[in-house]
Protein backbone atom coordinates (compact mmCIF):
# COMPACT_ATOMS: atom_id res chain seq x y z
CA UNK A 1 0.00 0.00 0.00
CA UNK A 2 2.48 2.52 0.58
CA UNK A 3 4.01 1.62 -2.49
CA UNK A 4 1.18 2.19 -4.29
CA UNK A 5 0.33 5.68 -2.69
CA UNK A 6 4.32 7.03 -3.69
CA UNK A 7 4.10 5.67 -6.96
CA UNK A 8 0.67 7.90 -6.93
CA UNK A 9 2.05 11.19 -5.27
CA UNK A 10 5.27 10.33 -7.74
CA UNK A 11 2.96 10.62 -11.09
CA UNK A 12 0.23 13.20 -10.14
CA UNK A 13 0.49 16.25 -9.20
CA UNK A 14 -1.61 17.93 -6.49
CA UNK A 15 -4.58 19.24 -8.70
CA UNK A 16 -4.78 15.65 -10.09
CA UNK A 17 -4.54 14.39 -6.86
CA UNK A 18 -7.54 16.39 -5.75
CA UNK A 19 -9.37 15.88 -8.81
CA UNK A 20 -9.38 12.04 -8.79
CA UNK A 21 -10.64 12.16 -5.06
CA UNK A 22 -13.29 14.27 -5.98
CA UNK A 23 -14.50 12.47 -8.72
CA UNK A 24 -14.51 9.39 -6.44
CA UNK A 25 -16.73 11.17 -4.00
CA UNK A 26 -18.58 12.90 -6.54
CA UNK A 27 -19.35 9.37 -7.74
CA UNK A 28 -20.15 7.76 -4.46
CA UNK A 29 -22.35 10.46 -4.16
CA UNK A 30 -24.58 10.59 -7.44
CA UNK A 31 -24.37 6.13 -7.34
CA UNK A 32 -26.55 6.48 -3.49
CA UNK A 33 -28.55 9.00 -5.86
CA UNK A 34 -29.49 7.33 -8.25
CA UNK A 35 -28.27 3.41 -8.37
CA UNK A 36 -29.87 3.25 -4.37
CA UNK A 37 -33.32 4.35 -5.93
CA UNK A 38 -32.99 1.85 -8.37
CA UNK A 39 -31.76 -1.06 -6.47
CA UNK A 40 -35.76 -0.26 -4.50
CA UNK A 41 -37.25 -0.12 -7.37
CA UNK A 42 -38.07 -4.21 -7.81
CA UNK A 43 -39.74 -3.51 -4.17
CA UNK A 44 -41.19 -0.23 -5.19
CA UNK A 45 -43.11 -0.69 -8.62
CA UNK A 46 -44.56 -4.20 -7.51
CA UNK A 47 -46.11 -2.39 -4.56
CA UNK A 48 -47.50 0.46 -6.15
CA UNK A 49 -48.18 -0.78 -9.73
CA UNK A 50 -47.48 0.71 -13.03
CA UNK A 51 -50.62 3.61 -12.43
CA UNK A 52 -49.28 4.76 -9.12
CA UNK A 53 -45.78 4.33 -10.27
CA UNK A 54 -46.36 6.34 -13.50
CA UNK A 55 -48.11 9.21 -11.35
CA UNK A 56 -44.90 9.39 -8.85
CA UNK A 57 -42.98 9.17 -11.75
CA UNK A 58 -44.80 12.50 -13.61
CA UNK A 59 -45.01 14.32 -10.47
CA UNK A 60 -40.86 13.82 -10.35
CA UNK A 61 -40.78 14.88 -13.65
CA UNK A 62 -42.84 18.27 -12.82
CA UNK A 63 -40.65 18.75 -10.20
CA UNK A 64 -37.63 18.66 -12.14
CA UNK A 65 -38.22 21.84 -14.16
CA UNK A 66 -39.42 23.73 -10.78
CA UNK A 67 -35.93 22.35 -9.50
CA UNK A 68 -34.42 24.20 -12.25
CA UNK A 69 -36.17 27.35 -11.77
CA UNK A 70 -34.78 27.49 -8.25
CA UNK A 71 -31.04 26.81 -9.54
CA UNK A 72 -31.30 29.17 -12.49
CA UNK A 73 -27.95 28.12 -13.59
CA UNK A 74 -26.09 28.68 -10.07
CA UNK A 75 -25.26 24.86 -9.30
CA UNK A 76 -22.60 25.72 -12.48
CA UNK A 77 -21.96 29.00 -11.96
CA UNK A 78 -21.72 29.45 -8.12
CA UNK A 79 -18.93 26.42 -8.06
CA UNK A 80 -17.12 29.04 -10.38
CA UNK A 81 -17.19 32.26 -8.11
CA UNK A 82 -16.54 30.04 -5.38
CA UNK A 83 -13.35 28.69 -6.61
CA UNK A 84 -11.97 31.80 -7.37
CA UNK A 85 -12.68 33.46 -4.00
CA UNK A 86 -11.88 31.03 -1.81
CA UNK A 87 -9.00 32.17 0.10
CA UNK A 88 -10.90 35.70 0.49
CA UNK A 89 -13.73 34.94 3.70
CA UNK A 90 -15.15 37.99 3.21
CA UNK A 91 -16.05 37.91 -0.23
CA UNK A 92 -16.98 34.15 0.28
CA UNK A 93 -19.54 34.78 2.89
CA UNK A 94 -20.96 37.41 0.82
CA UNK A 95 -21.03 35.21 -2.16
CA UNK A 96 -22.90 32.61 -0.20
CA UNK A 97 -25.40 34.82 1.20
CA UNK A 98 -26.22 36.04 -1.84
CA UNK A 99 -27.25 32.49 -3.75
CA UNK A 100 -28.76 31.30 -0.51
CA UNK A 101 -31.18 34.20 -0.71
CA UNK A 102 -31.43 34.08 -4.65
CA UNK A 103 -32.63 30.62 -3.93
CA UNK A 104 -35.10 31.45 -1.61
CA UNK A 105 -36.51 33.83 -3.34
CA UNK A 106 -36.43 31.70 -7.01
CA UNK A 107 -38.31 28.52 -4.48
CA UNK A 108 -41.10 30.84 -4.04
CA UNK A 109 -41.39 31.82 -7.53
CA UNK A 110 -41.10 27.86 -8.22
CA UNK A 111 -44.53 27.56 -5.17
CA UNK A 112 -46.24 30.21 -7.66
CA UNK A 113 -46.00 28.36 -10.94
CA UNK A 114 -46.84 24.81 -9.18
CA UNK A 115 -49.93 26.87 -7.98
CA UNK A 116 -50.83 27.84 -11.10
CA UNK A 117 -50.27 24.33 -12.94
CA UNK A 118 -52.53 22.67 -10.57
CA UNK A 119 -55.35 25.05 -10.87
CA UNK A 120 -55.41 25.08 -14.30
CA UNK A 121 -54.87 21.69 -15.61
CA UNK A 122 -57.72 19.18 -14.28
CA UNK A 123 -55.82 16.11 -14.42
CA UNK A 124 -53.15 17.53 -12.69
CA UNK A 125 -55.30 18.97 -9.80
CA UNK A 126 -57.26 15.94 -9.08
CA UNK A 127 -53.97 14.35 -7.68
CA UNK A 128 -52.79 17.30 -6.14
CA UNK A 129 -51.39 15.69 -3.39
CA UNK A 130 -48.50 13.85 -4.53
CA UNK A 131 -47.40 17.45 -6.29
CA UNK A 132 -47.63 19.64 -2.96
CA UNK A 133 -45.65 16.50 -1.44
CA UNK A 134 -43.17 16.26 -3.91
CA UNK A 135 -42.31 20.33 -4.03
CA UNK A 136 -40.08 19.10 -1.04
CA UNK A 137 -37.86 18.07 -3.73
CA UNK A 138 -37.91 22.22 -4.53
CA UNK A 139 -37.25 22.63 -0.95
CA UNK A 140 -34.34 20.37 -0.96
CA UNK A 141 -32.75 21.74 -3.54
CA UNK A 142 -33.02 25.13 -2.32
CA UNK A 143 -31.43 24.34 0.61
CA UNK A 144 -28.46 22.20 -0.90
CA UNK A 145 -24.96 23.16 -0.31
CA UNK A 146 -23.68 21.22 -2.92
CA UNK A 147 -22.54 24.13 -4.84
CA UNK A 148 -20.50 25.13 -2.01
CA UNK A 149 -18.50 22.06 -1.11
CA UNK A 150 -18.13 21.79 -5.03
CA UNK A 151 -16.47 25.32 -5.05
CA UNK A 152 -13.86 24.39 -2.45
CA UNK A 153 -13.04 21.24 -3.91
CA UNK A 154 -13.91 18.98 -0.39
CA UNK A 155 -17.15 17.33 -0.76
CA UNK A 156 -16.06 14.15 1.34
CA UNK A 157 -18.17 15.57 4.14
CA UNK A 158 -21.61 16.25 1.91
CA UNK A 159 -20.67 12.75 0.21
CA UNK A 160 -21.35 11.33 3.70
CA UNK A 161 -24.39 13.39 4.90
CA UNK A 162 -26.14 12.71 1.26
CA UNK A 163 -25.16 8.96 1.29
CA UNK A 164 -26.79 8.29 4.61
CA UNK A 165 -29.97 9.51 4.40
CA UNK A 166 -30.16 7.84 0.86
CA UNK A 167 -29.63 4.91 2.62
CA UNK A 168 -32.43 5.46 5.54
CA UNK A 169 -34.96 6.36 2.11
CA UNK A 170 -33.98 2.94 0.70
CA UNK A 171 -34.43 1.10 4.20
CA UNK A 172 -37.94 3.06 4.99
CA UNK A 173 -39.07 2.11 1.65
CA UNK A 174 -38.82 -1.31 2.18
CA UNK A 175 -40.65 -1.50 5.97
CA UNK A 176 -43.46 0.29 5.14
CA UNK A 177 -44.74 0.57 1.36
CA UNK A 178 -46.54 -2.50 0.51
CA UNK A 179 -50.00 -1.06 -1.28
CA UNK A 180 -50.40 1.28 -3.92
CA UNK A 181 -52.47 3.46 -1.88
CA UNK A 182 -48.95 3.91 -0.04
CA UNK A 183 -47.21 6.28 -2.93
CA UNK A 184 -48.25 9.39 -1.13
CA UNK A 185 -45.94 7.71 2.17
CA UNK A 186 -43.21 6.91 -0.56
CA UNK A 187 -43.32 10.62 -1.89
CA UNK A 188 -42.96 11.73 1.97
CA UNK A 189 -40.27 9.52 2.67
CA UNK A 190 -38.05 10.55 -0.46
CA UNK A 191 -39.24 14.14 0.23
CA UNK A 192 -37.82 13.68 4.43
CA UNK A 193 -34.54 12.32 3.88
CA UNK A 194 -33.67 14.78 1.01
CA UNK A 195 -34.04 17.96 3.20
CA UNK A 196 -33.21 16.59 6.60
CA UNK A 197 -30.07 15.68 5.04
CA UNK A 198 -29.28 18.78 2.66
CA UNK A 199 -30.26 21.12 6.23
CA UNK A 200 -27.73 19.19 8.10
CA UNK A 201 -25.04 19.81 5.15
CA UNK A 202 -26.02 23.56 5.24
CA UNK A 203 -25.58 23.79 8.54
CA UNK A 204 -22.27 22.20 8.79
CA UNK A 205 -20.88 24.40 6.01
CA UNK A 206 -21.87 27.40 7.69
CA UNK A 207 -20.40 26.35 11.11
CA UNK A 208 -17.04 25.31 9.75
CA UNK A 209 -16.36 27.81 7.53
CA UNK A 210 -17.35 30.38 10.00
CA UNK A 211 -20.22 31.81 8.19
CA UNK A 212 -22.86 34.70 8.75
CA UNK A 213 -26.23 35.25 7.98
CA UNK A 214 -26.57 38.53 6.08
CA UNK A 215 -29.45 40.04 4.05
CA UNK A 216 -27.35 40.62 0.59
CA UNK A 217 -27.66 43.84 -1.16
CA UNK A 218 -29.27 44.26 -4.78
CA UNK A 219 -25.75 44.55 -6.22
CA UNK A 220 -24.32 41.09 -4.61
CA UNK A 221 -27.53 39.40 -5.95
CA UNK A 222 -26.99 40.73 -9.43
CA UNK A 223 -23.60 39.66 -9.73
CA UNK A 224 -24.09 35.88 -8.93
CA UNK A 225 -26.88 35.65 -11.37
CA UNK A 226 -25.86 37.40 -13.56
CA UNK A 227 -24.05 34.57 -15.79
CA UNK A 228 -27.50 32.59 -14.70
CA UNK A 229 -30.28 33.72 -17.32
CA UNK A 230 -28.02 31.81 -20.23
CA UNK A 231 -27.35 28.43 -18.20
CA UNK A 232 -31.39 28.73 -17.12
CA UNK A 233 -32.83 28.92 -20.69
CA UNK A 234 -30.05 26.17 -21.80
CA UNK A 235 -31.26 23.80 -18.56
CA UNK A 236 -34.64 24.49 -18.71
CA UNK A 237 -35.35 23.73 -22.76
CA UNK A 238 -32.91 21.03 -22.19
CA UNK A 239 -35.08 19.74 -19.09
CA UNK A 240 -38.10 19.99 -21.67
CA UNK A 241 -37.33 17.45 -24.05
CA UNK A 242 -35.24 14.84 -21.06
CA UNK A 243 -38.09 15.14 -18.57
CA UNK A 244 -40.40 16.15 -21.35
CA UNK A 245 -41.42 13.26 -22.18
CA UNK A 246 -42.67 11.82 -19.06
CA UNK A 247 -45.07 14.65 -18.60
CA UNK A 248 -46.34 14.70 -22.26
CA UNK A 249 -47.16 11.30 -21.76
CA UNK A 250 -48.61 11.46 -18.70
CA UNK A 251 -51.16 14.53 -20.28
CA UNK A 252 -51.79 12.56 -23.66
CA UNK A 253 -51.81 9.04 -22.01
CA UNK A 254 -52.84 7.36 -19.65
CA UNK A 255 -51.16 6.61 -16.14
CA UNK A 256 -50.67 2.99 -17.04
CA UNK A 257 -48.31 4.44 -20.50
CA UNK A 258 -46.61 7.12 -18.75
CA UNK A 259 -45.87 4.20 -15.69
CA UNK A 260 -44.27 1.82 -18.67
CA UNK A 261 -42.08 4.55 -19.92
CA UNK A 262 -41.00 6.02 -16.40
CA UNK A 263 -39.56 2.40 -15.64
CA UNK A 264 -37.41 2.42 -18.57
CA UNK A 265 -36.80 6.09 -18.60
CA UNK A 266 -35.54 5.17 -14.63
CA UNK A 267 -32.67 2.96 -16.14
CA UNK A 268 -31.74 5.39 -18.43
CA UNK A 269 -31.12 7.90 -16.28
CA UNK A 270 -29.47 5.91 -14.10
CA UNK A 271 -26.37 5.41 -16.25
CA UNK A 272 -26.18 8.32 -17.92
CA UNK A 273 -26.69 10.31 -14.93
CA UNK A 274 -23.25 7.98 -13.81
CA UNK A 275 -21.58 10.87 -15.86
CA UNK A 276 -22.54 13.49 -13.56
CA UNK A 277 -19.91 12.87 -10.89
CA UNK A 278 -17.32 13.45 -13.35
CA UNK A 279 -18.14 16.42 -14.88
CA UNK A 280 -19.22 17.99 -11.20
CA UNK A 281 -15.21 17.32 -10.44
CA UNK A 282 -13.81 18.08 -13.68
CA UNK A 283 -15.63 21.63 -14.21
CA UNK A 284 -13.79 23.29 -11.54
CA UNK A 285 -10.62 21.65 -12.51
CA UNK A 286 -10.86 22.58 -16.01
CA UNK A 287 -11.91 26.38 -14.90
CA UNK A 288 -8.63 26.89 -13.03
CA UNK A 289 -6.42 24.77 -15.60
CA UNK A 290 -8.25 25.46 -18.97
CA UNK A 291 -5.97 22.28 -19.84
CA UNK A 292 -7.58 20.80 -23.63
CA UNK A 293 -5.64 17.82 -24.28
CA UNK A 294 -6.87 16.36 -21.06
CA UNK A 295 -10.60 17.21 -21.95
CA UNK A 296 -10.29 15.92 -25.13
CA UNK A 297 -8.85 12.62 -23.69
CA UNK A 298 -12.10 12.39 -21.26
CA UNK A 299 -14.47 12.89 -24.25
CA UNK A 300 -12.99 10.41 -26.84
CA UNK A 301 -12.93 7.78 -23.63
CA UNK A 302 -16.75 8.87 -23.00
CA UNK A 303 -17.78 8.54 -26.62
CA UNK A 304 -16.23 4.87 -27.03
CA UNK A 305 -17.47 3.62 -23.12
CA UNK A 306 -21.01 5.03 -24.49
CA UNK A 307 -20.93 3.50 -27.31
CA UNK A 308 -20.13 -0.60 -25.79
CA UNK A 309 -22.84 0.54 -22.96
CA UNK A 310 -25.23 1.01 -25.56
CA UNK A 311 -24.91 -1.75 -27.12
CA UNK A 312 -24.81 -4.20 -24.39
CA UNK A 313 -28.03 -2.54 -23.12
CA UNK A 314 -29.91 -3.21 -25.81
CA UNK A 315 -28.86 -7.02 -25.90
CA UNK A 316 -30.00 -7.21 -21.93
CA UNK A 317 -33.01 -5.39 -22.26
CA UNK A 318 -35.20 -7.61 -21.24
CA UNK A 319 -33.77 -9.21 -18.46
CA UNK A 320 -33.41 -5.99 -16.92
CA UNK A 321 -36.55 -5.04 -17.15
CA UNK A 322 -37.95 -8.52 -15.77
CA UNK A 323 -35.48 -8.83 -13.00
CA UNK A 324 -36.01 -4.81 -11.85
CA UNK A 325 -39.86 -4.27 -12.72
CA UNK A 326 -41.37 -7.96 -12.93
CA UNK A 327 -43.77 -9.22 -15.64
CA UNK A 328 -46.25 -5.95 -15.06
CA UNK A 329 -43.56 -4.02 -17.10
CA UNK A 330 -43.30 -6.48 -19.87
CA UNK A 331 -44.05 -3.11 -22.32
CA UNK A 332 -40.80 -1.33 -21.09
CA UNK A 333 -38.62 -4.34 -22.71
CA UNK A 334 -39.06 -2.44 -26.59
CA UNK A 335 -39.31 1.63 -24.56
CA UNK A 336 -35.86 0.72 -22.86
CA UNK A 337 -34.07 -0.89 -26.09
CA UNK A 338 -35.16 2.34 -28.40
CA UNK A 339 -34.13 4.64 -25.79
CA UNK A 340 -30.59 2.85 -25.31
CA UNK A 341 -29.51 5.12 -28.42
CA UNK A 342 -29.92 8.01 -26.30
CA UNK A 343 -26.65 6.93 -23.96
CA UNK A 344 -24.09 6.99 -27.32
CA UNK A 345 -25.43 10.68 -27.90
CA UNK A 346 -26.27 12.20 -24.20
CA UNK A 347 -23.11 11.13 -22.41
CA UNK A 348 -20.28 12.63 -24.59
CA UNK A 349 -23.35 15.90 -25.12
CA UNK A 350 -23.19 16.49 -21.56
CA UNK A 351 -19.38 16.19 -20.96
CA UNK A 352 -18.97 18.45 -24.04
CA UNK A 353 -21.50 21.24 -22.47
CA UNK A 354 -20.48 22.08 -18.53
CA UNK A 355 -17.09 21.20 -18.62
CA UNK A 356 -16.09 22.39 -22.55
CA UNK A 357 -17.92 24.96 -23.77
CA UNK A 358 -18.69 26.62 -20.29
CA UNK A 359 -15.56 26.42 -18.86
CA UNK A 360 -14.10 27.85 -22.10
CA UNK A 361 -16.25 30.83 -22.10
CA UNK A 362 -18.94 29.77 -24.62
CA UNK A 363 -21.83 29.99 -22.45
CA UNK A 364 -24.03 31.20 -25.25
CA UNK A 365 -23.31 28.05 -27.42
CA UNK A 366 -24.08 26.00 -24.02
CA UNK A 367 -27.07 27.59 -24.21
CA UNK A 368 -27.57 28.08 -28.12
CA UNK A 369 -27.58 23.95 -28.54
CA UNK A 370 -29.70 23.20 -25.88
CA UNK A 371 -32.73 26.02 -26.99
CA UNK A 372 -32.38 24.75 -30.93
CA UNK A 373 -32.67 20.97 -29.39
CA UNK A 374 -35.94 21.87 -27.84
CA UNK A 375 -37.14 24.11 -30.52
CA UNK A 376 -36.89 20.84 -32.75
CA UNK A 377 -38.27 18.94 -29.92
CA UNK A 378 -41.47 20.83 -29.17
CA UNK A 379 -42.09 21.64 -33.22
CA UNK A 380 -41.67 17.84 -34.02
CA UNK A 381 -44.26 17.27 -31.39
CA UNK A 382 -46.94 19.17 -32.85
CA UNK A 383 -46.79 16.66 -36.22
CA UNK A 384 -47.63 13.68 -33.75
CA UNK A 385 -50.04 14.97 -31.35
CA UNK A 386 -53.36 13.67 -33.16
CA UNK A 387 -51.76 10.40 -32.71
CA UNK A 388 -48.92 10.17 -30.24
CA UNK A 389 -47.16 6.80 -29.08
CA UNK A 390 -44.52 6.42 -26.46
CA UNK A 391 -42.04 5.50 -29.80
CA UNK A 392 -42.31 8.40 -31.67
CA UNK A 393 -41.85 10.66 -28.41
CA UNK A 394 -38.50 8.64 -27.82
CA UNK A 395 -37.64 9.33 -31.41
CA UNK A 396 -38.23 12.71 -31.45
CA UNK A 397 -35.95 12.64 -28.04
CA UNK A 398 -33.22 10.94 -29.81
CA UNK A 399 -32.91 13.49 -32.53
CA UNK A 400 -33.19 16.12 -30.37
CA UNK A 401 -30.19 15.12 -28.48
CA UNK A 402 -28.15 14.88 -31.48
CA UNK A 403 -28.71 18.27 -32.48
CA UNK A 404 -27.43 19.18 -29.21
CA UNK A 405 -24.59 17.09 -30.02
CA UNK A 406 -23.40 18.43 -33.25
CA UNK A 407 -24.03 22.24 -32.34
CA UNK A 408 -21.57 21.45 -29.05
CA UNK A 409 -19.21 19.52 -31.15
CA UNK A 410 -18.61 22.64 -33.54
CA UNK A 411 -18.04 24.60 -30.48
CA UNK A 412 -15.46 22.58 -29.23
CA UNK A 413 -13.64 22.49 -32.36
CA UNK A 414 -13.82 26.22 -32.61
CA UNK A 415 -11.88 26.41 -28.79
CA UNK A 416 -9.48 23.90 -30.02
CA UNK A 417 -8.73 25.56 -33.03
CA UNK A 418 -8.23 29.30 -31.34
CA UNK A 419 -6.04 27.58 -28.50
CA UNK A 420 -3.76 25.73 -32.07
CA UNK A 421 -3.57 29.12 -33.11
CA UNK A 422 -2.72 30.29 -29.93
CA UNK A 423 0.11 27.98 -29.68
CA UNK A 424 2.17 28.75 -32.74
CA UNK A 425 1.61 32.47 -32.28
CA UNK A 426 3.26 32.04 -28.92
CA UNK A 427 0.64 33.75 -27.10
CA UNK A 428 -0.60 32.66 -23.65
CA UNK A 429 -3.61 30.33 -23.95
CA UNK A 430 -4.96 27.11 -23.05
CA UNK A 431 -3.02 24.19 -22.26
Known sequence: MGFVNMVIKKELSHDKRKLLGNTLAYSIIHYANYLLPLAIIPLLVRALGPEKFGLLGLAQALMTYLEIIVDFG???????EVALYRDDRNKL????????????LLAVIAFLVLSIVLFA?????????IFLIMFGIVIAKCLSPAWFYQGLEKVQLYLFITMFFRILYAVSIFIIIKYPEDYLIAAGLQVSCLIIGETIALCIAIRSHSLRFVIPSWQDIKYVNQNGWHLFMSRITLALY???????LGFYTSELITGYYVAAERVIRAIENMIQPVINALYPYIVRNKNIK????????????????TIGLIYSSDLIIMKLFGSAYFESIDILKIMSLELAIAIPSALLGVTYLVAFGKTRMFSFSNIFGVSFYFVSLLFIIPNISITKVIIISILSHLIVLLIR????????SEAKRCSVNGEKGVK
Not at 93 to 104: G, R
Open 294 to 309: FMVKVIVMSVLISSFG
Open 93 to 104: NTIFNSILFSKV
Open 409 to 416: SFGAIQIY
Open 242 to 248: TSGNTVI
Open 121 to 129: VTKFRINFS
Open 74 to 80: LSITAPK
